[in-house]
């Protein structure tokens, strides 16, 4: 309660609590017997898991039959079993057996959107040419680019060839980072004061953030920095999998603010770097064929701190951090071009930057956030920004239990103080409304955080989510869509409110 309380004092004047968490008060559709077809099925894409032509479908199949248990004999008989029956409908594992299939009313709910990612997931590896990834090139002198939804961007930026909704789903799923951050801070964001998301405090930090992105009205587009355009600086914390992006998908980014440039970092302990990057003992051991991915690294890893710590997790706890997993995509290893510096000279950690073109710049480096903050320093909120994606503030901590991991020193306790004391904006996805609210819930009694900040942005809807469902293995029941909802904040400032 405390955080709502908490945003409606700081914007309550101009939004009323309503607009606060209504996204996530959902209408479930009334249960039907049998699940119908996604719009655009194509039964030709359609397989059993287990009768998949692609190895990776089937050994999926096979994890989730460890891993699931089947929801009629845990309602019903309170018994845990694998599931083991394919349903017919959608193709997954989803069942102990036929029997248990049909008793099932609630697997309507979930049919057509699992088979709509069966039907994308052998899409992917049919091996046809993916035409809809072919990215346009500059917009053209005097052409506006809408910002309101994924069709209407796709149609104005002049995307080549996205001529069904099965292509716009692979695509949205590649864009959606560098188009979500493209989403807020643009001129034409459709994340208005109008249609109240944006508040007026938003208002004041985008106004300064564009006056660096966009060229004033009337004057020449100019290329590269300049005294009256500096670089603008996107800090991407905690960054997984948008580390791994390849280069071209960013340029998007960077081709909506044809007049500015942009230097982005992504930074945290789990950051994508390429060969020349990594510590001399890690490159020794990545011969790619076999050695672990670095996320099969990091999941490892957190694998033997959840069970060294189990004494201490709740089961409900343990539920929670299940979840964590399903947003956590594999990080792909990063390929290097020959203008790839390593930087580990500059930051002292291991990192790199990649001088994509003299607009944009791409770098990561490896480490907490807090060890590096100062190396950065001093900020500038008309050239600074901030992104986490997807941070998880509100899950449990897996290093101290008891405590979220916003508030937890290791995680994101000692990051959030230091972000609110530059003045900058920070922006924050999560991949579900509940997700969204489990996030701003924890700000609640976090020292350094409650009632340090103004919202800028409030919770809800993000226009650039990713389409496509990631499922859980561990419950195919439990999908998530990548950046689903976005929400901001900025340090209060103290002067202001004293005068006012
Ligand atoms: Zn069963
Ligand atoms: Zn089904």
């Not at 920004?385 to 916003?406: E, L």
């Not at 609640?444 to 809807?461: H, K, M, S, Y």
């Amino acid at each position: 309660m405390f955080a709502i309380r908490l945003a409606r004092r700081s914007c309550a004047t101009a939004f009323p609590r309503r607009y606060f968490f209504n996204f996530s008060r959902k209408v479930e559709p009334p249960p039907t017997s049998r699940a119908l077809r996604p719009d655009d099925d194509d039964p030709e894409l359609f397989h059993l898991h287990s009768q998949s032509p692609n190895r990776d479908i089937r050994m999926r199949g096979e994890r989730i039959k460890k891993l699931a248990s089947c929801p009629v004999c845990l309602n019903v008989e309170g018994t845990r079993r694998n599931v083991k029956h394919e349903c017919p409908d959608c193709g997954w594992p989803t069942h102990c057996s036929g029997e248990h299939w049909e008793q099932d009313e609630e697997h309507a709910k979930y049919c057509t959107r699992l088979r709509q990612v069966n039907e994308d997931d052998h899409d992917l590896r049919s091996g046809r040419e993916m035409h809809e990834y072919a990215m346009p090139g500059p917009i053209p002198y005097g052409e506006v680019v809408s910002l309101s939804n994924w069709d209407i961007f796709y149609y104005t930026r002049g995307f080549p060839s996205v001529d069904t909704d099965r292509a716009g789903r692979h695509l949205s799923k590649l864009l959606t980072y560098p188009m979500t951050i493209a989403g807020v801070l643009h001129e034409y964001s459709s994340l208005t004061t109008r249609n109240q998301r944006l508040t007026p405090e938003g208002l004041r930090s985008l106004n300064a953030l564009r006056t660096s992105l966009h060229a004033p009205m009337g004057a020449p587009e100019s290329h590269g920095p300049s005294p009256e355009r500096p670089p603008v600086r996107l800090f991407l914390l905690g960054a997984r999998a948008e580390s791994s992006l390849p280069p071209h998908v960013w340029n998007q980014l960077s081709l909506m603010f044809p007049s500015a440039t942009l230097s982005i970092y992504h930074i945290g302990p789990e950051v994508s770097l390429p060969k020349v990057s990594l510590p001399p003992e890690e490159q020794a051991s990545s011969a790619p064929e076999s050695s672990p991915t670095p996320s099969a690294a990091s999941e490892r890893k957190g694998e033997t701190g959840a069970a060294a710590d189990a004494m201490a997790i709740t089961p409900a706890e343990k539920e929670a951090l299940k979840s964590l997993r399903v947003w956590k995509p594999e990080i792909r290893e990063l390929r290097m071009s020959k203008y790839t510096r390593n930087e580990v000279s500059v930051w002292g950690v291991p990192s790199y930057m990649n001088p994509i073109n003299d607009q944009l710049q791409i770098g990561a480096l490896r480490s907490p956030y807090q060890d590096i903050h100062e190396k950065f320093g001093p900020f500038d909120p008309y050239t600074d920004v901030f992104f986490a994606f997807q941070p998880g503030f509100g899950f449990p901590s897996q290093h101290t239990p008891g405590i979220t991991q916003i508030a937890s020193p290791s995680e994101w306790g000692n990051v959030i103080p230091l972000i609110l004391e530059t003045k900058c904006a920070l922006f924050v996805t999560g991949f579900s409304p509940e997700d969204v609210e489990r996030d701003v819930r924890s700000l609640e009694g976090v020292p350094g955080v409650a009632g340090e900040f103004d919202w800028i942005l409030t919770p809800g809807e993000n226009p650039f989510k990713s389409e496509r469902w990631e499922v859980a293995e561990f419950d195919p029941r439990l999908m998530v869509r990548t950046n689903w909802g976005i929400w901001g904040i900025r340090g209060k400032r103290r002067e202001l409110q004293e005068v006012a």
